[in-house]
């Protein structure tokens, strides 16, 4: 119904910056919320930042002030900024949209892989 990719991820050194974007395509169901969410290595997937419809934002602690996320309305897209990247950001970073529609939905992208090493 919902189809979203993730670009973006690939190998920086830590303090370095890299920018992921996603992409909506498919049906045209509107995403109450899209955010990103990432899996460390033997780690359970948790959530880094979310922005609903009407403004609201989520970012995990260990992210906060490095990071922003960002959402283009029209484009259906959503971005995540990161700055002063760590090792311990290393990980899948995969993009979530939430509908709201009859039954509710979530959809997820494949994951794009962030290594912060030098």
């Known amino acids: 119904q919902v189809q979203l990719v993730e670009s973006g991820g690939g190998l920086v050194q830590p303090g370095g910056s890299l920018r992921l974007s996603c992409a909506a395509s498919g049906s045209a169901v509107e995403l109450y919320a899209m955010g990103w969410y990432r899996q460390a290595p033997g780690k359970q997937r948790e959530l880094v930042a979310r922005?609903?419809?009407?403004?609201?934002?989520q970012y995990a602690d260990s992210v906060k002030g490095r990071f922003t996320i960002s959402r283009d309305y029209a484009k259906r897209t959503v971005a995540l900024q990161m700055n002063s990247l760590k090792p311990e950001d290393t990980a899948v970073y995969y993009c979530?949209?939430?509908?709201?529609?009859?039954?509710?939905?979530?959809?997820w992208g494949k994951g794009t892989l962030v290594t912060v090493s030098s």
């Open positions: 922005r609903t419809t009407g403004g609201f934002i």
């Open positions: 979530n949209g939430e509908s709201r529609r009859i039954g509710g939905m979530d959809y």
